[in-house]
């Protein structure tokens, strides 16, 4: 047993945490005559060694999950839903999500898509809700970062948050608030084209540069600002703001993640330099769900599609969940640290 958890912690430290690569940028700019204990040098460190682990990992996931997700074109994945019915559907249509696009403003489209196509509200709300806050790439970052315990409780709590409200929203009838123009709207079933290997390895390597692209200033963004709290931020400060000792913590984290827009590789460093200054887990991870599911931009691209009864009722209950969850992972955070 003892063998196997120092090969697992190897795995979870130098492979995925990439150690290796914070002690040799250390050594690099101890070289050059910076002071890697000092604020300035601390910062520089901080910030050259995550943006370079998180973009050689988000290169590394976004091939294989797009390869992945080759496989689930839109019209295969409105297949494979109705096929399923009440409660599993909803479990379906979460487990999908973890294959799709990381950023909420990229499956508003593909929500659209699937209920103009018909599928229940319930079910669509459910992939809606999962797609953003949970996929494969957060899985292995955050394993990268937490470790194995909190990157899977994360995820497990996500999916179950996604069940429940895309079957809350179906069990209230909510269906007569969404905008004509999208229940109205054509479903032409195309078949899907039968793509070689090649197909993929290309389809796979165009969404690595689309994404690194799109996401790469929002991981600067969110370096800069997680070392500018690892290094200068007083812990103190952190730990009265986001520490045991205020209540409200969790819900504050919460309405400060809510108009951000970024997603789960901007938003780790800074969860990883909170985490390191006392703020509490539970705390931080309402902090990320927050920013992935409900960034404003999404919610006026979701406005457009949903009356706003509808459009709040699904932020109530992505609040709720994403509050209570803080809670939880406060409580038990002995658990999983």
């Not at 995925?16 to 914070?22: A, D, R, T, V």
Request: with cysteine.
């Amino acid at each position: 047993m003892e063998v196997v958890n120092s090969i697992w912690l190897f795995f979870q430290d130098q492979i995925l945490g990439m150690k290796w690569l914070n002690g040799l940028i250390g050594n690099g700019l101890s070289q050059l005559g910076l002071d890697i204990n000092s604020r300035l040098g601390g910062s520089i460190q901080f910030f050259l060694y995550d943006v370079i682990k998180i973009t050689i990992l988000l290169c590394l996931l976004i091939y294989f999950i797009s390869y992945i997700q080759s496989y689930f074109p839109p019209e295969r994945s409105k297949k494979i839903l109705g096929r399923f019915h009440g409660i599993g559907a909803n479990i379906i249509s979460a487990l999908l999500g973890t294959v799709t696009p990381f950023c909420s403003c990229s499956s508003i489209p593909l929500f659209i898509g699937f209920t103009s196509a018909g599928l229940p509200l319930g079910v669509t709300f459910s992939f809606l809700i999962s797609s953003p806050m949970v996929d494969l790439g957060s899985l292995v970052l955050l394993m990268s970062i937490f470790g194995a315990k909190v990157a899977f409780a994360y995820v497990i709590i996500g999916l179950i948050i996604a069940v429940i409200g895309g079957t809350l929203i179906e069990k209230l009838h909510m269906g007569k608030y969404v905008e004509d123009f999208v229940k109205n709207a054509s479903s032409v079933d195309i078949s899907s084209p039968t793509l070689t290997k090649k197909d993929r390895v290309q389809y796979a390597k165009e969404q690595v540069i689309g994404t690194f692209k799109k996401v790469f200033p929002y991981i600067l963004i969110g370096v800069g600002i997680g070392a500018i709290i690892h290094n200068w931020i007083p812990e103190a400060w952190i730990e009265s703001i986001l520490g045991s000792n205020n209540p409200f913590g969790v819900i504050l984290a919460t309405l400060v993640g809510v108009p951000m827009y970024a997603d789960i590789f901007g938003t780790i460093p800074v969860a990883e330099a909170l985490l390191a200054k006392g703020a509490q887990l539970g705390t931080i991870l309402s902090f990320m769900m927050a920013v992935t599911t409900l960034s404003l931009p999404s919610l006026i691209m979701l406005k457009k599609a949903v009356k706003p009864k509808l459009l709040t009722l699904f932020i109530a209950i992505c609040t709720f969940g994403i509050i209570i969850v803080g809670y939880l992972f406060n409580i038990f955070s002995t658990l999983f640290i």
